[in-house]
Every structure is written in C-alpha cells, then in structure tokens.
C-alpha cells in the first residue's frame, strides 16, 4: 500500500485502487552491502571502471536490495578538470538491459547513452566503452536512460564535477571557505518496504512517484559542521524522479551563483532555491550564528478533494555552527554581489532574440483512456485549478494506480500536428534557434515539466512573456503547469538528440522526442 499523508482525505474508491501490473522490487539475498560514495579524481587520459548492479540498503530498521554504481551510494563522485577526455568502460551486471547518460555534458553524440539513438542498450553481462570529453565547467550528472522510473529510482546516479582550467585558475577560491556537494532524491517507502514498481510499464505515471524518505547523499539525515562566519558553497543536484524542492537553511544568508552549466551574470540573494528534477544549482551560504541551521524543503501540499492547501517542512539535515571564528573571514567578500565577466560577455550579444518571434514550439499535454471511474471523475473536479508545481504526492493512490499503458504524455508541434518521437527537427550548428515551451493548460492534469535537451545548452530567454534579466546557461528548465517558457538553444554540438521531460514516469510514458544538429 502507498502511505497516504495524515493531511488527505481519501475516498474509499481511492483506496481499493492497484495498478494493473506486475509489480517488481528487485531481491538478492547474496548482494553485498552498498557504501557510501568516494571522490574519484580523473585527469586526462584515465580509465574509469564503472559497473551497475545489485546491492543492500537498511531503511527504518528494514534491509532491501537496491541498485548502485560500483557498489556505492550515490555512485562515485567525479572530478575532472574542464578540456580532459575520459574513458569510461561501463559493465552492467542487472538482470535488465542499461546504460549511461552523461547529463548536461556537451559530449560527442556516439557516447550520449541514449539506447537506440546514439548506441544500443547494454544487454545484462554486456559493457560498452565511453569516451567523454569535458568542455564545459559546472556541476553534471550520471544515470541510466534505461527505464529510469526504476533504476533511478532504486539508486543508479552520481555527481560529476568539473573544475575550471587554466593557469589563471586560483588554488584556492577566495568567495568561500570550502564546499559541499549534495544530491537530493526520495524513495517511496511503506510498512514493509519500497513500494514495488510496474515490470511491464511504469507506475505513478500520472504525477510521478513522489517520495516519503527524502535523500541527501543516498541517506536521511545530513549532518555538517562549520565554524562561526564560514561561507559553504553548495552544489545542488535533483536526482529524485518527480520531486521539485524548495531549499532553504534556516537563519543563514544564501545567494545563488549558477545553475546548470555555469555562472548566472551576477549572483543573487534569495531566501530559498527552487530545483526541479535533472536541475542543479549553486548556492553560497554564510553561517553566521552560533548553534544549529536547519537544511530545509518548505513547500505547499494541496489537499485536492476539499481545496485546503497546507504547508510541508522537511528537515533534510542540520548544519551545526561551532562558536570558532572561521580564518580567514569572507564576509566582506560574501555581502559583496559580483557579476561573471565571461557570462556577461558571452550572453550580452543574444538578448536580441528576446524580442523576435520563436523559431519553434512545442505543446506540453497529455491524453489518457481507460482510467478508473474515480479516478477520471476526481480528476475532472481537479482541472478547475492547477498548482504551477506540484509539490508534493497528494493523490498518491489514484497516481500509483496509473501507468503508462493509460497515460501518453505529449509533446506536440503545433506548426506540423507531429508528437512526440514523431516531431523531426533539424538545426544548422552554430544557430541559435528560438523554442516556445508551452505547458497546456486545459490538460487533463496540468503539471510542472522539467524539460531537458541533450548535447546543448540553452538560455531561458522569458517566463509569462517577462524576460529574464539575470541569463545561465542551463540544459534543463523547470516549466510550470499553464506557463509558457522561451528558451534560445545554441545548437552547437552536432548529433542526434533526445529532448523529454525528466519526470522519469511522464519519459516512460511518452514525453519525449528528438532534433538533429547538422
């Protein structure tokens, strides 16, 4: 049984709902227990051994078998240096065919890990060499793009980090005093374990399988001490399949400095950060009181039946302040806002596109058939409102129950009619090419879409039609229920490409396409 949240109220139709699957949980008595990840440093040249398989993980007191990178949860954390070529040897040893993705990393197309696109999936046994070159610095990511509402979920990702280069490059920055890298997930756990996932289609494919044991690291319950007045740069990465958060840490100053592939023109104050799923974001935050600071997820849950909203606070860990005075003290450098010189002239000549019309666009809907007769009934009663982001799995039985043999998630052109895999586009490297993302409001269920394209990057031109003025570059964007975003692609790389929604149930069922970069 999905736990259902003390807030809700359910129906009694709701609860008797079961999707009509087989459902799988993976179960290994012989696997060995997984350990926490290791910092991997990698030079130019290096072979990496990566492998997939099957390993144990203790939960509230129960041991379940889950899936990891080299045995480790996450898998390996990697550091590189901007400009380096690694070879990486991928062995899967699951029972289920696999791959990796090198997510945001403007790699050659050959080495994308998308199966039937850039290579053929991994068959169990099998191992296929990568080759992955580096030429962006930032905060990355690695997973499978083989049925990532399981493995995903059941533990295959890992963080990669890639350091500037250069000999202007400091050896040690002077904006913080150390730095943390975090992947956020959630596991969906219930009286007797993980909740099972569908073999032969995915579950929750209405909203996405939302998580009640929330994540830091693969494991609950951060823990991070820092002296009085330290600055910790943070390194944030989703790694969850649904989930968007809104970070925050309690009494301590933050400012965001980058996002997906790089610096913002100039950092920013804010009091939380918002980060949907495949998104990262940097964060630089000054603890400057003594006692405890609170690493925070504050959200709004909705109790659709009624229309009561309620609030959610989650405390995914604690930072304790030691009364030490941190040496050397960056607080004057902390409090100063400083603009990214190579951002600002790297993006200043592409505000023009800002005003011209888009080059193309895409409708983000869905069409469903054969849902349970509560289901549709509640669901038509829902579409008077629409959350722009769904925060948490306030109709957790009704989502469980649907699979993606009911739901097609879409993205359609409506300048051709095409969907999905249907759509072709074919862009000239070296344009930059305008796309118009909107998120349909009269859908069956309007919900927030983190939209991602491989291989490229892409600025977020305007929100609602109000331009950004603060640009990043990004591979993924978080776009609200009923909001229309503009994003100007710089189709630089070429190759084949996907584009999809990273909510791994809506990619499983259907919400995705390709485009070519000639």
Same mark, same amino acid.
């Given at each position: 049984?999905?736990?259902?949240?003390?807030?809700?109220?359910?129906?009694?139709?709701?609860?008797?709902?079961?999707?009509?699957?087989?459902?799988?949980?993976?179960?290994?008595?012989?696997?060995?227990?997984?350990?926490?990840?290791?910092?991997?440093?990698?030079?130019?040249?290096?072979?990496?051994?990566?492998?997939?398989?099957?390993?144990?993980?203790?939960?509230?007191?129960?041991?379940?078998?889950?899936?990891?990178?080299?045995?480790?949860?996450?898998?390996?954390?990697?550091?590189?240096?901007?400009?380096?070529?690694?070879?990486?040897?991928?062995?899967?040893?699951?029972?289920?065919?696999?791959?990796?993705?090198?997510?945001?990393?403007?790699?050659?197309?050959?080495?994308?890990?998308?199966?039937?696109?850039?290579?053929?999936?991994?068959?169990?046994?099998?191992?296929?060499?990568?080759?992955?070159?580096?030429?962006?610095?930032?905060?990355?990511?690695?997973?499978?793009?083989?049925?990532?509402?399981?493995?995903?979920?059941?533990?295959?990702?890992? !963080?990669?980090?890639?350091?500037?280069?250069?000999?202007?490059?400091?050896?040690?920055?002077?904006?913080?005093?150390?730095?943390?890298?975090?992947?956020?997930?959630?596991?969906?756990?219930?009286?007797?374990?993980?909740?099972?996932?569908?073999?032969?289609?995915?579950?929750?494919?209405?909203?996405?399988?939302?998580?009640?044991?929330?994540?830091?690291?693969?494991?609950?319950?951060?823990?991070?001490?820092?002296?009085?007045?330290?600055?910790?740069?943070?390194?944030?990465?989703?790694?969850?399949?649904?989930?968007?958060?809104?970070?925050?840490?309690?009494?301590?100053?933050?400012?965001?400095?980058?996002?997906?592939?790089?610096?913002?023109?100039?950092?920013?104050?804010?009091?939380?950060?918002?980060?949907?799923?495949?998104?990262?974001?940097?964060?630089?935050?000054?603890?400057?009181?003594?006692?405890?600071?609170?690493?925070?997820?504050?959200?709004?849950?909705?109790?659709?039946?009624?229309?009561?909203?309620?609030?959610?606070?989650?405390?995914?860990?604690?930072?304790?302040?030691?009364?030490?005075?941190?040496?050397?003290?960056?607080?004057?450098?902390?409090?100063?806002?400083?603009?990214?010189?190579?951002?600002?002239?790297?993006?200043?000549?592409?505000?023009?596109?800002?005003?011209?019309?888009?080059?193309?666009?895409?409708?983000?809907?869905?069409?469903?058939?054969?849902?349970?007769?509560?289901?549709?009934?509640?669901?038509?009663?829902?579409?008077?409102?629409?959350?722009?982001?769904?925060?948490?799995?306030?109709?957790?039985?009704?989502?469980?129950?649907?699979?993606?043999?009911?739901?097609?998630?879409?993205?359609?052109?409506?300048?051709?009619?095409?969907?999905?895999?249907?759509?072709?586009?074919?862009?000239?490297?070296?344009?930059?090419?305008?796309?118009?993302?909107?998120?349909?409001?009269?859908?069956?269920?309007?919900?927030?879409?983190?939209?991602?394209?491989?291989?490229?990057?892409?600025?977020?031109?305007?929100?609602?039609?109000?331009?950004?003025? !603060?640009?990043?570059?990004?591979?993924?964007?978080?776009?609200?229920?009923?909001?229309?975003?503009?994003?100007?692609?710089?189709?630089?790389?070429?190759?084949?490409?996907?584009?999809?929604?990273?909510?791994?149930?809506?990619?499983?069922?259907?919400?995705?396409?390709?485009?070519?970069?000639?």
């Amino acid at each position: 049984m999905v736990p259902t949240p003390p807030q809700l109220t359910m129906l009694p139709a709701e609860m008797r709902l079961r999707p009509d699957v087989t459902p799988f949980l993976p179960s290994d008595s012989a696997a060995p227990p997984a350990h926490p990840s290791q910092r991997m440093q990698l030079h130019d040249g290096d072979t990496l051994r990566l492998a997939a398989g099957v390993v144990t993980r203790a939960f509230n007191g129960r041991t379940h078998t889950m899936y990891a990178f080299n045995g480790q949860y996450p898998g390996p954390l990697l550091e590189v240096t901007r400009g380096a070529v690694v070879i990486v040897v991928f062995t899967n040893t699951l029972t289920d065919s696999s791959t990796i993705h090198w997510h945001g990393i403007r790699l050659d197309n050959p080495f994308d890990g998308v199966p039937d696109v850039t290579q053929p999936a991994v068959a169990p046994g099998g191992s296929f060499t990568y080759r992955v070159r580096f030429p962006d610095a930032g905060i990355y990511w690695y997973h499978p793009h083989v049925r990532e509402d399981v493995q995903q979920e059941l533990g295959l990702y890992g !963080n990669l980090l890639v350091r500037p280069s250069g000999p202007s490059r400091p050896s040690r920055p002077s904006e913080f005093n150390r730095e943390e890298i975090l992947l956020l997930d959630d596991l969906l756990i219930g009286d007797s374990g993980p909740i099972p996932l569908g073999r032969e289609s995915p579950t929750h494919a209405l909203m996405g399988r939302f998580g009640n044991l929330l994540l830091v690291n693969g494991a609950p319950d951060y823990h991070l001490t820092v002296r009085r007045g330290e600055v910790v740069r943070f390194y944030l990465t989703d790694a969850s399949n649904t989930r968007t958060w809104n970070l925050s840490f309690a009494g301590a100053r933050m400012k965001v400095v980058a996002s997906d592939a790089g610096p913002f023109e100039r950092a920013a104050w804010v009091s939380s950060v918002v980060i949907g799923p495949a998104e990262r974001y940097v964060v630089d935050v000054r603890f400057d009181t003594t006692g405890s600071s609170a690493f925070l997820n504050r959200v709004q849950g909705l109790d659709h039946l009624y229309g009561r909203f309620f609030t959610e606070v989650d405390t995914l860990g604690t930072v304790a302040v030691s009364a030490q005075t941190v040496s050397p003290d960056l607080g004057a450098r902390f409090a100063t806002i400083r603009s990214d010189t190579a951002t600002l002239r790297e993006v200043e000549p592409l505000r023009r596109y800002i005003a011209r019309p888009p080059n193309q666009a895409l409708i983000l809907t869905l069409e469903t058939h054969d849902l349970p007769f509560v289901t549709q009934r509640l669901m038509m009663l829902d579409s008077i409102y629409f959350a722009p982001v769904e925060w948490s799995g306030t109709m957790p039985m009704m989502n469980w129950a649907s699979t993606a043999r009911q739901v097609r998630w879409i993205l359609r052109d409506p300048a051709t009619g095409r969907e999905n895999s249907a759509v072709d586009w074919r862009f000239k490297r070296g344009s930059f090419v305008k796309i118009r993302l909107v998120n349909e409001r009269r859908a069956f269920h309007g919900m927030q879409h983190p939209i991602h394209l491989h291989g490229q990057r892409f600025l977020v031109l305007a929100v609602n039609g109000v331009p950004q003025n !603060n640009l990043v570059w990004k591979d993924t964007v978080l776009v609200p229920a009923g909001s229309v975003v503009d994003i100007l692609l710089d189709a630089s790389n070429p190759g084949h490409w996907m584009l999809h929604c990273h909510i791994a149930e809506h990619l499983s069922a259907g919400m995705m396409t390709h485009f070519t970069v000639e």
